[in-house]
């Protein structure tokens, strides 16, 4: 059976009571023992460590609290025991809870210097990104046999195909809530009829492609963010580099290309699935049967309609994909990381997304595609 810690007390010939201590000082052991010394009422002067076979960090606690506690002095402790109990001494010293804490007048220039540093600094990155990214585009066309067409493919299946149902669906709906609520308005002027123009125009020019956008952020752009922050937490993309095949044209173009390529598409077939909810919804509220609200969509949707969300797909593509792509190039450290990069990927891309949609508003407008 295992030596078990105790003690034992004694008086001496000056007077000084004695606290002797035998046996391991040992976190394992030492539970009893330190239940024994908190009961412990009898006035203790010295503590005598020379019974003391071994200790750890949990036992010298035990002494130098004890010690303190009674304000004895502790003897015939060996080398190791020594320097262990000089060590802990201010160890249970309480610091400030809280750093202190900067006049307002300084931490307010600080938070905006450090922020405008931040956009500088990425600024300066994501001009980096797309440089390189243009390089790889650059080497491609000129050997095409470079091209990772299997990769692209891949991409496009799963940015397009396999986000039909879900934009579609979130289309549809849109679609049937722009109607309904547009026709709650227009019932006020007797303009019921106008609700296709209203559904059509809105779902064809602005909320078809914005919405796929947005999806495509969320759901694409952050797999890519992801996927690329994983293969550079686990130096994937460190062997790639090493075996000579570049990361951009393997890992990024083939997503950025994707993405430019399938976000028109999915703009297109969001638009008629929310003017195909407008049309059902339409023929139970205010009784136009459904084929009339198509044949009237025909009617009063302009082509330029259709140009202006075809030529806003490919740019809102290409800001989902470099975003998901950069955010993911700069993940380090740990898996804690990922998620920060790839929720900042959506973030910045929904945001850019959006503020080039307002351009492309004005823009338009200022053009003559209204």
Not at 30 to 36: C, E, N, R
Not at 216 to 234: C, D, E, N, P
Request: with cysteine; proline share 4%.
């Amino acid at each position: 059976m295992r030596e078990q810690p105790q003690f034992t007390t004694q008086s001496e010939a000056d007077g000084v009571l004695s606290l002797k201590l035998t046996g391991p000082l040992i976190v394992a052991l030492i539970g009893p023992l330190d239940s024994a010394l908190r009961a412990l009422d009898v006035p203790v002067r010295r503590i005598d460590l020379s019974g003391v076979t071994a200790i750890d960090t949990a036992g010298a606690w035990i002494v130098l609290r004890t010690a303190e506690a009674w304000r004895a002095t502790i003897t015939e402790a060996t080398e190791d025991a020594g320097r262990l109990i000089r060590a802990m001494r201010g160890a249970g010293e309480i610091g400030p809870l809280e750093p202190p804490r900067a006049p307002i007048f300084i931490r307010v220039p600080e938070a905006v210097g450090a922020l405008i540093l931040g956009i500088g600094k990425g600024s300066i990155g994501i001009l980096g990104f797309m440089g390189a990214l243009l390089v790889a585009t650059w080497e491609v066309m000129k050997r095409p046999e470079q091209f990772r067409m299997t990769a692209f493919v891949r991409q496009m299946e799963l940015v397009g195909v396999n986000a039909l149902a879900i934009i579609g669906m979130m289309s549809f709906l849109v679609g049937i809530v722009i109607a309904q609520q547009g026709a709650v308005q227009l019932q006020q002027f007797g303009a019921q009829v106008y609700t296709i123009n209203l559904t059509a125009r809105l779902a064809m020019r602005e909320l078809g492609i914005l919405m796929t956008a947005i999806m495509v952020a969320g759901r694409s752009g952050s797999a890519f963010a992801a996927q690329i922050g994983t293969m550079k937490l686990t130096e994937e993309i460190d062997a790639m580099r090493t075996i000579g095949i570049s990361p951009m044209q393997a890992l990024v173009l083939p997503r950025v290309l994707a993405s430019v390529v399938m976000l028109p598409l999915l703009g297109f077939y969001a638009a008629l699935a929310a003017i195909l909810g407008g049309a059902v919804i339409s023929a139970f509220t205010l009784g136009i049967p459904l084929l009339t609200f198509l044949a009237r969509t025909r009617d009063v949707v302009p082509m330029t309609d259709l140009y202006v969300g075809l030529v806003k797909g490919p740019v809102f593509g290409l800001i989902v994909a470099v975003a998901g792509c950069y955010q993911g190039m700069l993940v380090s450290g740990n898996s804690e990381e990922v998620g920060l990069r790839t929720t900042m990927a959506v973030v910045q891309a929904i945001f850019m997304v959006i503020v080039l949609d307002a351009f492309f508003a004005v823009f338009f407008t200022k053009v003559g595609w209204i």
